[in-house]
């Protein structure tokens, strides 16, 4: 699979990466050996990111990883190679309690990073980033200097962020010690495009793409009446109940996502939707990589497929951002 440069870290990773929120929690129930097989799927197929945070499942998603990387360890791929160590990107600040800047503090961030590095076995944290907190965080220059000596300790190599809204990933990238900003971009979210992104590429600053399907709706399969479990985020975070609202559905009406979600799977044709969905987050300037979840192999299959397609054509960009002008922008555009 196709790579590229991770920012300033010096790391190659997968243009497809996997996100991991799922394998932890708040998507229905993947149970271990269903956990063990997405990682297995992902990492033979080439994905050397995973992405994941310590309150996926309180740390199960990362113990998940822990584990799926232990059995692999040492083991040769094709034509007799070394399987090489995957890029693991995790995340810290929301276990804080209670959920406020005043508890970003030099000593909180390193018993949250130290129970990460437990958690996934490691010495050294690959990318930590802090885990969209409060806005004030992302001005707090005591906040980066903590992350300063963390990677002078070597407890982490790197550190970014993830954000909710494109204002914050520009206050983050003000601080020359961040390294890669992650945030919701996709057909349905692209008010990134127009300055965040390059202002990380002018910064040499990597992107990670997240919420890429809009929580499923790019690829197709929802209809109004489709249903989703009583703990799976679709259902119980539709109006920002539990977290922001724009992490479920990317903020977008359920129902009229739905509706724009089938003009959008006519653009696709006979191609895959979801595919062309992360086709076309892959092939915006300045993404290194996008990180869709997965609860079954066949998912994570379907989403590296994205990285063999050609790139949209002209005409497919303009009818998706028409597309986006006409049903979308005025719901999310100027939240976000």
Not at 7 to 23: C, F
Not at 113 to 121: A, E, F, K, V
Not at 215 to 228: D, P
Request: charged fraction near 25%.
């Amino acid at each position: 699979m196709e790579t590229r440069p991770l920012g300033r870290t010096g790391a190659e990773v997968s243009v497809v990466g996997l996100g991991t929120w799922q394998l932890g929690g708040d998507w229905g129930d993947v149970d271990e050996q269903t956990a063990a097989d997405v990682l297995d799927a992902a990492l033979d197929a080439g994905v050397t990111l995973l992405d994941t945070a310590d309150v996926y499942g309180d740390g199960r998603s990362e113990e998940r990883i822990r584990k799926a990387l232990a059995a692999r360890s040492g083991g040769v791929g094709g034509q007799g190679r070394a399987i090489e160590r995957p890029f693991v990107a995790t995340k810290a600040g929301r276990r804080a309690d209670p959920f406020e800047a005043a508890q970003y503090t030099p000593e909180n961030l390193r018993a949250w990073i130290d129970r990460s590095r437990r958690n996934l076995g490691v010495e050294t944290l690959d990318l930590v980033q802090l885990h969209c907190p409060p806005t004030a965080v992302y001005s707090d220059q005591r906040v980066y200097d903590a992350l300063d000596a963390l990677v002078e300790e070597q407890a982490i190599a790197a550190y970014g962020v993830s954000v909710e809204t494109v204002a914050e990933g520009l206050t983050a990238l003000e601080h020359p010690g961040v390294q890669s900003i992650q945030v919701i971009l996709n057909v349905f979210r692209r008010k990134p495009l127009e300055e965040l992104l390059p202002a990380a590429a002018e910064r040499g600053v990597g992107v990670l793409a997240r919420v890429p399907l809009a929580s499923g709706l790019l690829s197709g399969r929802f209809t109004e009446s489709t249903t989703f479990g009583a703990d799976d985020h679709r259902n119980f975070n539709r109006h920002g109940e539990a977290f922001d609202v724009g992490e479920t559905f990317a903020g977008v009406p359920y129902d009229v996502g739905v509706a724009a979600a089938r003009e959008f799977v006519g653009i696709a044709g006979d191609r895959s939707p979801a595919a062309v969905a992360l086709r076309w987050v892959v092939q915006q300037p300045g993404v290194t990589s996008v990180i869709p979840g997965a609860s079954r192999v066949d998912q994570v299959r379907g989403n590296v497929a994205a990285a063999d397609l050609p790139p949209l054509t002209d005409g497919e960009l303009a009818d998706l951002e028409r597309l986006y002008d006409e049903r979308i922008r005025a719901h999310v555009h100027d939240r976000w």
